[in-house]
């Protein structure tokens, strides 16, 4: 069986005049954690919106575990929005609720510890939380899936550094054997360490990419100070 | 899939929904005393309150609709392995749902201001049969409500065709809307309406009995015909929207 969980084949995506994604191709081979890299702008969420199936019409091939994005690929994905996308209306144990009932690979227990790990509170409802609870809550339903592909997007961005440590250490402690991460982000100097994959997204193009030991040795530099070499104004 | 998409989207409004279809009947038990001081006063009031009700049963069900797939509730709704068209479906049957607990409860606060001012209403209401009246009301209502609420969702849908010119979105979402409302509810009234005026009436009439034996007639057909066009209009328009998220989708 192959080992390859996503791969992106010359991805491209307009929005009218304007093209966001320009050729994309990397793949996502299983137990890798994948830095998806770029500034604002850069196609990073776009992308990650046509991995989820959230946008349809789109040039190039995207295949998760063998499929093509859809409903069947959705059981094999765990997504964590850059926003809250829980409504806020539920009450944290509602939501694990809803997430066990939709999600076959849910693990309640794990899920249950997590609050408990992360100081949820599970009887409050989600508008009450604060941001940062918010953002805890959803990284905990997120993780207590048993998924193929966690796709990840801004984790740790818009946090303290305290909390970033705390979001880091769960995301570590709860993927398992066989599954992968692809993670985007802008902040690279606190997580680039768990990287084992990095690709650099330059206004919709692959800039740099390849194993995040193999680019230190190559560039003499650390994958922060590359970035911010790739990306200098 | 679709029994538990069901039951977040009842989850969401059961206890808004059923305290307006509260506030409905007691507004029905109470105005006949108002409307003592003032008939007209109380009749007034009713049909304030009839169209705030309204008006708030509609603001509710359409923002659920816009913030829960196309806001940033989008982003949960459209990763969970359902098929779009089942959440489609879901929003559509569960606003059917609430538009009907809503005509049911005015329903029986209209039961309650005929009540006050007739003695023998509750007589001629139940022995008599008319409670059958009230069944084509509610087939009447649902005939004009349920394809109404799949051209307002399909109008909602339709902003994201033109998704980064919101001008030119909102342009055509009206649009959409007021050709939409006014085919389904043409065509559903022509339907009555042809088939009242075709003579058929007569041959099809179901002949009724009170429980004290007296005989009389009861048309249904017009009703049913004009229904089954509104929901054909429904599930085009149901159709319309699924193929707008399933191609157009750009959440914000």
Known sequence: ?233 | MLGKLLKLDITFGWKKFLALAGAVILAGIILPYLGKVAVFGGSLLLIIGVVVIGALCVYTCVQYFRNNLFGSEGYLMFTLPVRSGSIVASKLLTTVLWFNVMFCAAGVALIFILKYSSKEFIDVFFVDGRWKDVLQMLLFGNMIGIPVIAAVYLAVSSRNITVRNRPLSGVIAVIIAVVCLWLAIRASIWGVDAYTMSGLCDSLMMKMKTPQGNEFMFVWMPQLIGFAISMVFTVVYGILTNLIIKKRLNLK
């Open chain 1, 1 to 233: 069986m192959s080992d390859m969980l996503l791969e992106i084949k010359n991805v491209s995506k307009c929005y009218g005049e304007n093209e966001v994604l320009k050729d994309v191709s990397f793949s996502v081979q299983q137990d890798r954690i994948v830095g998806l890299l770029g500034p604002n702008g850069s196609g990073k969420t776009t992308l990650i919106k046509i991995v989820n199936g959230l946008l349809e019409n789109y040039f190039g091939k995207v295949s998760i575990c063998g499929k093509a994005p859809g409903v069947e690929t959705k059981s094999l994905v765990s997504y964590l929005p850059d926003r809250m996308a829980l409504p806020e209306w539920l009450t944290v144990s509602k939501a694990i609720r809803l997430f066990a009932d939709f999600f076959a690979d849910f693990d309640m227990e794990r899920a249950n510890t997590l609050l408990g790990t992360l100081d949820v509170s599970p009887n409050k409802r989600i508008g009450q939380l604060s941001k940062g609870m918010k953002e805890k809550l959803q990284l905990c339903l997120c993780m207590s899936r048993r998924a193929k592909l966690y796709v990840l997007d801004e984790p740790i961005a818009g946090v303290d550094p305290a909390a970033r440590d705390v979001i880091m250490s769960t995301i570590l402690n709860n993927f398992g054997e066989g599954s992968s991460i692809l993670m985007s982000t802008h902040i690279i100097s606190d997580v680039e360490h768990i990287f084992d994959d990095v690709v650099l997204l330059k206004e919709g193009r692959v800039e740099i990419m390849g194993d995040a030991e193999d680019l230190r040795r190559e560039h003499g530099k650390s994958i922060d100070q590359l970035f911010r070499e790739v990306f200098k104004c």
